[in-house]
T-cell receptor, first 111, second 113 residues
Framework: EAGVVQSPRYKIIEKKQPVAFWCNPI?????LYWYRQNLGQGPELLIR????????DSQLPKDRFSAERLKGVDSTLKIQPAELGDSAVYLC?????????FGPGTRLTVL | DQQVKQNSPSLSVQEGRISILNCDYT??????FLWYKKYPAEGPTFLIS?????DKNEDGRFTVFLNKSAKHLSLHIVPSQPGDSAVYFC????????????FGTGTRLTVIP
């Protein structure tokens, strides 16, 4: 079984620039999550999808962050414009039962 | 407000000895607890879990203990091996929150050969 795929693995941008992250979950997993992990912290939920519907986006900073999962499979998380404080690892996960399976993450550095 | 806490940021253990990682939580509604292991430049990997109706779950060298009255769980690794060196995250699932996971801040385990 292939794992959760994320790209790019690393991204360096200047502040105020846009950036996008892509995630392909494990086949058959209908629930998809985006997390942000700051240095020295645990992952924090940004948004949860059930198929193509965003059912929990209460922690997503909607002024600059957006996400989509148009066909209920892969998903894109976008930041526009990026700020210095957005530097973090962005993790995607999909769920089977009560267990979540994580991708390798995208490490974003905003200069 | 941190609902899941791991108060030890790091732990060093000799190879072959027992590693004990601790986790405390505040939300009594959590009904499922998980431990994840994370190597550098990789995503967290599921290690072991326990339901709130149990007080112990064992899988090979890994055992998780749950004390609901104290809102405390621990992960025991026996015997510890150098390959166990990683960051360990405790996570809790909230059924009222559609089983979203709440993570602790992690404990970095170093197993010394």
């Amino acid at each position: 079984e292939a794992g959760v795929v994320q790209s790019p693995r690393y991204k360096i941008i200047e502040k105020k620039q846009p950036v996008a992250f892509w995630c392909n979950p494990i086949s058959g997993h209908n629930t998809l999550y985006w997390y942000r992990q700051n240095l020295g912290q645990g992952p924090e939920l940004l948004i949860r999808y059930e198929n193509e519907e965003a059912v929990d986006d209460s922690q997503l900073p909607k002024d600059r962050f957006s996400a989509e999962r148009l066909k209920g499979v892969d998903s894109t998380l976008k930041i526009q414009p990026a700020e210095l404080g957005d530097s973090a690892v962005y993790l995607c996960a999909s769920r089977r039962g009560l267990e979540q399976f994580f991708g390798p993450g995208t490490r974003l550095t905003v200069l | 407000d941190q609902q899941v806490k791991q108060n030890s940021p790091s732990l060093s253990v000799q190879e072959g000895r027992i590693s004990i990682l601790n986790c405390d939580y505040t939300n009594s509604m959590f009904d499922y607890f998980l431990w994840y292991k994370k190597y550098p430049a990789e995503g967290p990997t599921f290690l072991i879990s326990i339901s709130s109706i149990k007080d112990k779950n064992e899988d090979g060298r890994f055992t998780v203990f749950l004390n609901k009255s104290a809102k405390h769980l621990s992960l025991h690794i026996v015997p510890s091996q150098p390959g166990d060196s990683a960051v360990y995250f405790c996570a809790a699932s909230d059924p009222a929150g559609a089983n979203n996971l709440f993570f602790g801040t992690g404990t970095r385990l170093t197993v010394i050969p």
